[in-house]
């Protein structure tokens, strides 16, 4: 849950160093999330991992209004 947090502080456009303010957390405690988040996503890039966070979401907002009755 702590990842996924710190994924939708990255795609708010955070720095690690805001992103370590804001949770009270250690710098270098963001460093090992964000690597982590990388590896899971299979991604290079925070940019990569933001925009599967906003794609997913996207893809799930579409599931919920497919299951609201109309």
């Given at each position: 849950s702590r990842e996924l947090e710190v994924?939708?502080?990255i795609d708010g456009g955070l720095s690690n160093k805001q992103i370590a303010r804001q949770?009270?957390?250690e710098l270098a405690t963001v460093k090992?999330?964000?690597r982590n988040i990388l590896a899971?996503?299979?991604v290079s890039?925070?940019?990569e991992a933001a925009r599967l966070?906003?794609?997913s979401a996207a893809a799930?907002?579409?599931a919920a209004t497919d299951l609201v009755p109309a």
């Open positions: 994924l939708r502080l949770l009270q957390i090992n999330h964000v899971k996503l299979e890039s925070r940019a966070l906003r794609h799930a907002d579409a």
